[in-house]
């Protein structure tokens, strides 16, 4: 995990587990001189978690676009078996089918309905570590309850999107990144804020907002509205970027966006623009936690999945979304369409005074 990453995080404030056994920093010792001589800091709970020989990962997003983060992570845990068992589960946590985190009126309803998503999380399942696979609930994890109060660490995708930009922006004062993101995610201005901290121009960093894109790509990834939503917010991000002389990147700061690659690579090749790389957070997410010194550390590893949601999933995003989970990981794909419907995953309705459309 390189030090950006590390430094982003601790910006985002993880909840810090304590009291690494000795074993634990020999491991680490010899994880961070072999994966990233770059590393500068780590949390200190990493050590004794990659002692364990069985890990609980609960990842979690409002929406199915987080199961892109599942499926990655239980093939590279079956790569690499750096524990002898691993036990996923993707808890969905929108809590309705009418309204979502972005509906709440205020900020303290989203921190208080996500927190007691997150203590469901821990309650439920005990987990090793909390993934926050959803930019819009990853910038509220320092402010909850959760993470002032619990040991489990809580990780978000924010720090993963931030560090790729951050690459390709590097050395490059001609160099430009485009932000795809929803309207709130846009709105908090994180991964600007952020990376206007490590010393990048702001002319450097374009945000772009997709409303009702992830939506539409649950419904058909893949259909002809899909594609033209995708072709109309890249003919809006170019055009407002106007004329483009250096290198430049895409970046994907929603978890559904990267289910219709083919879509994004084709608005910009039919308009002539090159695009130096298409940043995916999604498939570095779990990463840090498969440190190349301790990949065969088993013969084999046991990864079993599982999936939660409070609300159901109709059929047509089953379909979809399976569809794209097939390709990539069939078990992540029996995961979505066994799902446990739980009505009662978590409370919700006492801690917000009403949604707005």
């Not at 404030?13 to 994966?35: D, K, Y």
């Not at 978690?49 to 979690?60: A, G, H, R, Y």
């Not at 065969?296 to 990864?303: L, T």
């Not at 599982?306 to 979809?320: A, E, G, N």
Request: net charge negative.
């Amino acid at each position: 995990m390189s030090g950006l990453k590390s430094e982003l995080n601790n910006k985002l404030a993880w909840p810090i587990r304590v009291g690494c056994h000795f074993l634990a920093l020999v491991i680490f010792a010899l994880v961070s001189t072999a994966v990233n001589a770059k590393a500068k800091e780590t949390p200190e709970w990493l050590p004794g978690l990659l002692e364990k020989e069985s890990i609980t990962v609960v990842i979690t997003d409002s929406g199915l676009g987080g199961l892109a983060v599942l499926a990655d992570a239980a093939q590279k845990f079956r790569q690499h078996p750096v524990f002898k068992q691993v036990n996923l589960v993707f808890f969905n946590a929108l809590f309705s089918d009418q309204s979502g985190y972005n509906g709440l009126q205020t900020r303290e309803e989203k921190l208080a309905v996500f927190s007691s998503a997150l203590q469901s999380m821990e309650d439920l399942y005990a987990p090793d570590i909390i993934l926050v696979a959803c930019n819009t609930l990853s910038v509220l994890i320092p402010d909850t309850d959760f993470a002032r109060t619990s040991s489990v660490p809580v990780v978000g995708i924010v720090a993963d999107g931030v560090e790729l930009i951050a690459e390709q922006l590097q050395g490059e004062p001609s160099a430009r990144s485009i932000i795809f993101a929803t309207q709130t995610t846009v709105d908090e201005g994180t991964h600007k804020n952020l990376l206007q901290e490590q010393g990048f121009a702001d002319e450097q960093v374009l945000t772009q907002s997709c409303p009702q894109l992830s939506l539409h790509i649950e419904q058909g990834y893949d259909s002809e509205y899909t594609e033209m939503l995708i072709d109309a917010y890249v003919d809006e991000a170019l055009t407002r970027a106007g004329d483009i002389e250096g290198p430049i990147s895409v970046s994907f700061n929603c978890t559904h966006f990267g289910y219709s690659m083919d879509f994004w690579k084709l608005a910009f090749t039919s308009r002539g623009v090159e695009v130096t790389e298409f940043l995916d957070p999604n498939t570095q997410m779990i990463d840090f936690l498969l440190p190349e010194a301790l990949q065969q550390r088993y013969p084999a590893s046991e990864v079993s999945e599982k999936m939660v949601s409070m609300i159901d999933i109709p059929q047509d995003r089953q379909d979809s979304i399976g569809r794209w989970l097939h390709a990539v990981s069939p078990e992540t794909e029996t995961a979505l369409r066994d799902f446990e419907l739980k009505p009662d995953l978590f409370k919700w309705q006492d801690l917000n005074t009403g949604t707005v459309d």
